[in-house]
Each structure stands twice: as structure tokens, then as C-alpha cells.
């Protein structure tokens, strides 16, 4: 194993191959097609086609200097292995010279990746590579260095593409942001500042929607909830696109409000399921509610976002990134691999530590969890593989709904109880027994529910490692 010493320049494009080859000087051209089958953040293992030839690489390390092995492959290796191929194909025509007697190319990308051109220096040792000064003649011609730019290493634009300049008002304008395939059709090249200014604007006029109708209808109270703990999760999970002081202040306000209506919530869904039962202590039990409506279903309280959602378009209509963080210009789609993977980490942590004497609130973290990978996986559905997308949306929307109803079951206790210490009722002893058929009834059902879950505990490990590897590779 050797080390390779490089540098890099974006030039801002091919003329200058045209006007070296004009001064007589002489390239050597190879057209060059290149796969990813492994890639984390400091090790890569790359399969090369050079014309008819063919190569495998690996390379470990990050900047200026890295090892480096490669060896020639047969071609039957060759299309065996790019079978666990990893992000794209990159295809670009490399153009060999010599500059001042150093190893030199320039490489031109192809139509996928904007026609990238980017000029290579090779290096026998670190300090005549930080010592070296380009010739006057390509000033003009080069945009910046990237030597130590992780977003222009071949192995991320594998895996995220090139980032571009993404006009953020022309997409808002010219697509319906209401509407449920509007994320579908975000670039898959675009920064974190400008993705998640754009999934902000969809949640915040989802926002403004409900807010706007009867919030005491049970249903537009649930998705006024719903998007306001999207907005919220979204400010949690991709940390350090915005100023974390404001991001901090706006999750804290909108903590606030939806945790204002969680009473209502939970007293809604504890009537839907009496209303289930076929027992007549259930329907005492409703009964002995309507006397409690003056207390548990008083008007919702005032949910006036306006403030918060004025303090949400300030950023969402920050253009010059006034408010941006340590993690704006970060590939979007990186963001949001990084937050998959560790929702999928966590949920397997905690479903492998669940065992017969874990306690409801327990059970009660992982459906917040599923919760969590649910909306991060519609938030992403476009960026990764569909198959696995869905599986994810899937997997999280069935255990969602059975750890939800535990989670219901075990507030249904609660208002048992608070029934149980009304002074109106606590003398009543119809009203104590019904609500004690009733809590038998619950404590049943959630014997058998935590009973299902830890029976089919390995199958969901198994399910959520298969997502977890699948995720794995785009933390390189």
C-alpha cells in the first residue's frame, strides 16, 4: 500500500484544455467509468473501468494525504462486483499532462454531474505539495481549491451528487406545496439550508390551514398537532442548519402549544375506545365522563401561532443564510442519512432492551421513536431507495399504531383514576365498580399487546438492522 498526495482545483471550465492543446501541449485521454461497493467516512473500496482495463482501489484517509492499494481485475470480477454497487456510476474523461514535472490531470464530469471540471496534482511528499504555486497562466481558470472539500471527493458525489444553486422562490412558485407528492420533487442535489427551508414552507401552511378551521373538530386538531410536532422534530433532527438560539426558542413555542392540547387529546381517544367496548360498566362509565366535559373538554385553548410562525418565515425567507448554522451548505440528503441512521440505531437499542417488566413508558419511547422515523422517512422518501423508503414508512406505521394503543390504554388509566379521586364520585360505589370493570379491561388488553410486541421482538430486530445497513453508507 502506497500514499497518494493530491491536490485539487475546481476550474471553472474546459477552455483551458483547448487553449493547452493550442500551445502544443499534449494530452493523453482515458475515459473513465467508476463505482463505489464500500464507503464510510474514512475508507472507500472503488471498482475502475479505464477503457478496456479494469482496476479495484481502496483508499483510507481524509485530506491532502491517503493510502492508497489498487490492483487490475479481471472484467468477470469487474461485473460481479459492481452488483453491490453504492450510490451512482461517475463518468468523466480524464486528460493526462505533465505540469512542472508533476503527475497532472484534468477531469471532465459528465452531463450528471454539470460537466465538473476538476484539475489534479500528484505529489511525492506533503511539503512540496503545500509549497507548490500554480502557474500564473491558470489563475483565471480556477473557482477554488478543494483538496480538503469532502463534498467534491468522487465517493460523495456518488452518493450525494453535485450541489447546485437551487432558487428557492421559482420552486415554491412553480410547484403546489399543499400538495402530498410536493417533496418528491425537491433537486437531490440541494443544501440543508435550502431543503429545509422548503419542507418548513409545507408544514407551515399546513399549519396556517387548520389553525384557520374548528380546531375542536377532533380531526383538524390531530393534524394541527401532527405538523406542529413535524416542524418541531425537523429543528431537533437537523441540528445546526439554523442559529441554534432561534431554533431552540421556536421548538420551545411549539412545545408549548401542541403540549396544550394533549388533555383534550388523550380524553377524545379514551371516549372513542368506551364507545368500543360491549360492556355496560363502559357506557357508566361515558356517562360518569359528560359530568367531567366541564373540566377535560373545555374549549381548546388558545393555540394563536402567529407569532411562532412569523419567527419560521423569517428563516424560511432568509435568502442571504443571515441565520444559517455550522451545517447549512451540508448536503441535504447527508442530513437526513445521518438522522435515519440514528433514529434506526435508537429504535434497536431500545426494542432490544424491552423485556416483561419494562414499564408503559418504555413501551412509550419507542412509539415516540417509530413516531420520529416515520416523519424523517416521508421527509426523505426522494433520496434514498423507494424500496427501502417505504419499508421504513411501513414498518414504523404498524408499530406506531400498536405502541399508540398502549400509550392511549395507559391514559385511559389515568382519567380512571382522576374519575376515582372526584370527590363527586369517590362515595359513589356504581361509579367505583364501573370504573374498576373497566380498568380490568384495559390492563387485559395491555398484557396481551405488550405480550405480541415481545413475541414478535426478534422479527422486528431483524427488520430494523436489514434498514439500519441499508442506511449505513451514506454517513461516508
Known amino acids: 500500500m502506497s500514499f497518494e498526495i493530491e491536490r485539487k482545483f475546481l476550474l471553472t471550465s474546459d477552455e483551458i484544455i483547448k487553449l493547452l492543446e493550442q500551445d502544443g501541449l499534449d494530452f493523453i485521454k482515458k475515459y473513465i467509468q467508476q463505482i463505489y461497493i464500500k464507503i464510510t467516512q474514512d475508507f472507500e473500496i472503488r471498482l475502475r473501468k479505464i477503457d478496456n482495463e479494469h482496476f479495484l482501489t481502496k483508499k483510507s ?199 396544550s392540547t394533549n388533555q383534550k387529546s388523550d380524553f377524545d381517544a379514551f371516549k372513542k375506545y368506551l364507545h368500543s367496548i360491549d360492556d355496560i360498566e363502559a357506557e357508566h362509565v361515558l356517562e360518569l365522563l359528560k359530568f367531567c366535559e366541564d373540566k377535560k373538554n373545555e374549549p381548546t385553548p388558545n393555540l394563536n401561532c402567529e407569532k411562532t410562525i412569523q419567527e419560521i418565515l423569517v428563516l424560511i425567507n432568509d435568502d442571504d443564510k443571515f441565520f444559517q448554522g455550522s451545517s447549512a451548505e451540508l448536503a441535504f440528503k447527508k442530513l437526513g442519512s445521518s438522522s435515519l441512521l440514528k433514529r434506526f440505531s435508537k429504535l434497536r437499542k431500545k426494542v432490544n432492551g424491552l423485556h416483561e417488566y419494562s414499564s408503559l413508558q418504555d413501551f412509550h419511547a419507542i412509539r415516540l421513536e417509530f413516531k420520529k422515523l416515520r416523519f424523517m422517512s416521508e421527509f426523505f422518501i426522494g433520496y434514498f431507495d423507494k424500496k427501502s423508503m417505504k419499508k421504513s414508512i411501513k414498518i414504523s406505521k404498524k408499530m406506531q399504531k400498536l405502541f399508540g394503543r398502549l400509550q392511549d390504554l395507559d391514559a385511559g388509566l389515568e382519567i380512571l383514576k382522576s374519575i376515582e379521586n372526584d370527590q363527586r364520585f369517590c362515595t359513589d360505589i356504581l361509579a367505583i365498580n364501573a370504573t374498576q370493570v373497566v380498568q380490568e379491561i384495559i390492563n387485559d388488553e395491555i398484557y396481551g399487546l405488550k405480550y405480541k410486541i415481545l413475541r414478535d421482538k426478534k422479527e422486528l430486530l431483524s427488520t430494523l438492522n436489514v434498514c439500519l445497513k441499508e442506511f449505513k453508507i451514506y454517513i461516508g
Request: one cysteine or more; charged letters at 35%; aromatic letters at 12%.
Open 61 to 259: 484517509g481524509i485530506g491532502l494525504k491517503r493510502q492508497e492499494s489498487e490492483e487490475v481485475i479481471i472484467e468477470d470480477i469487474y461485473n460481479a462486483s459492481k452488483k453491490g454497487r453504492v450510490g451512482s456510476k461517475i463518468c468523466k474523461t480524464r486528460h493526462i499532462f505533465r505540469l512542472q514535472n508533476l503527475k497532472a490531470n484534468i477531469d471532465v464530469y459528465d452531463k450528471k454531474f454539470k460537466n465538473l471540471v476538476v484539475l489534479e496534482l500528484e505529489f511525492d511528499r506533503e511539503d512540496e505539495a503545500k509549497e507548490f504555486k500554480l502557474p500564473d497562466f491558470f489563475g483565471s481558470f480556477i473557482m477554488k481549491e478543494i483538496t480538503n472539500d469532502e463534498s467534491f471527493k468522487n465517493k460523495n458525489l456518488a452518493l450525494y451528487g453535485l450541489k447546485e444553486p437551487f432558487g428557492f422562490e421559482e420552486f415554491i412558485k412553480k410547484n403546489d406545496f399543499t400538495s402530498d407528492d410536493f417533496l418528491s420533487k425537491l433537486p437531490k442535489t440541494i443544501c440543508a439550508y435550502d431543503g429545509l427551508r422548503v419542507i418548513l414552507s409545507n408544514l407551515v401552511r399546513r399549519v396556517e390551514i387548520y389553525e384557520s378551521q374548528d380546531l375542536q373538530n377532533e380531526k383538524n386538531l390531530h393534524f394541527f398537532r401532527i405538523n406542529l410536532r413535524k416542524i418541531c422534530l425537523l429543528f431537533n433532527e437537523l441540528k445546526g442548519v439554523f442559529d441554534d438560539s432561534i431554533s431552540k426558542k421556536i421548538t420551545s413555542d411549539i412545545k408549548n402549544i401542541y403540549k
